[in-house]
């Protein structure tokens, strides 16, 4: 398993390609389930079908792969994507986890409108998100030192924790985590 963003690699090595050609902002990533079978039918359910309930199912799993830390903070949606569904999925799960561990959860990172990740490449990724993730105005004190735990439902090529672990330190935050429900 890579160091770092958690994929899976074959015996003998400690780093992926992709960590290896740029060491990741965040301290290091973990997801509960890998994205198929049962666990991408849930996720799907939950996002797309409205079964909140799964909320606390995914909190409580997530809850076991959790590092020390001062504040879960959501992977923000895109503004458009919000507009589509009724609730965000990952707000859902942060707080449901929040109350799960007794933790303190924030949604400190906003996103500017712009394309969806989906149907882009890693590279596209990138520069799409580039100056999309941003501090909320007068939150900057409470990242700075923070260890934070970003938390989002599906790690797909790792580009926006990624970015928004960037912006997380550049605001101060002494240490940030990823973890997510399924490793696509
Ligand atoms: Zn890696």
């Keep these: 398993m890579c160091t770092f963003c958690g994929s899976s690699l074959l015996g003998g090595v400690d780093v992926c390609r992709h960590c290896t050609e740029t060491v990741p902002a965040y301290t290091n990533h973990r997801s509960v389930f ?6 991408a039918t849930l996720i799907v359910d939950f996002k797309g079908r409205g079964y909140k309930q799964l909320a606390t199912y995914f909190a409580e799993s997530l809850a076991a792969i959790l590092p020390d830390c001062d504040l879960l903070v959501p992977v923000p949606f895109r503004p458009e994507s ?12 942060v707080r449901e986890l929040s109350n799960v561990q007794g933790l303190p959860q924030a949604s400190l990172l906003r996103r500017r ?11 596209a990724r990138l520069t799409n998100l580039k100056n999309a993730l941003y501090v909320r105005p007068g939150m900057h004190a409470t990242v700075s030192g923070a260890r934070i735990c970003l938390i989002d ?10 970015e928004c672990a960037r912006v997380l330190r550049h605001s101060g935050a002494s240490e940030v985590y990823a973890r997510t429900v399924a490793m696509d």
């Design 82 to 93: 919000v507009r589509r569904r009724p609730f965000d999925p990952v707000t859902l799960i």
């Design 113 to 123: 409108p712009g394309k969806s990740q989906k149907s882009l490449n890693r590279a």
């Design 153 to 162: 439902d599906v790690f797909t090529t790792g580009a926006t924790v990624d």
């Design 34 to 39: 890998l994205y198929q079978g049962r666990a």
